[in-house]
């Protein structure tokens, strides 16, 4: 068995029966799966338990490109809040 441990993956947590592992000079390192009843699937063995690289160290699947994203989406809703915003306190007296 192997576990898909790259976060990023899109596989990630799921286990599979390896069928075999293919390591070919100047080429990723694979591992072919089965995946249900007749079909198989490769991953980079980096992705998976059997790696010989440390495990990433974060489960968070934010980019720089997704952290855009959400402040681009963000600013999309606050701007007409923003935009019609009335000073507070115009209408109340001091004593």
């Known amino acids: 068995m192997v576990e898909v441990i790259d976060p990023t993956h899109p596989l990630f947590g799921r286990r599979f029966v390896v069928l075999s592992v293919s390591r070919q000079p100047g080429r990723p390192a694979l591992v072919t799966v089965a995946y249900g009843d007749d079909a198989r699937l490769r991953i ?3 992705a998976t338990n059997r790696t010989d690289s440390p495990p990433p160290r974060s489960r968070a699947k934010i980019t720089p490109a997704s952290l855009r994203d ?3 989406l963000v600013e999309e809703f606050t701007e007409p809040w923003r935009n ?4 507070s ?5 001091k004593r």
């Open 70 to 72: 959400l402040l681009t």
């Open 89 to 93: 306190g115009g209408g109340s007296q």
């Open 84 to 87: 019609n915003q009335q000073p």
């Open 44 to 46: 980079p063995l980096a």
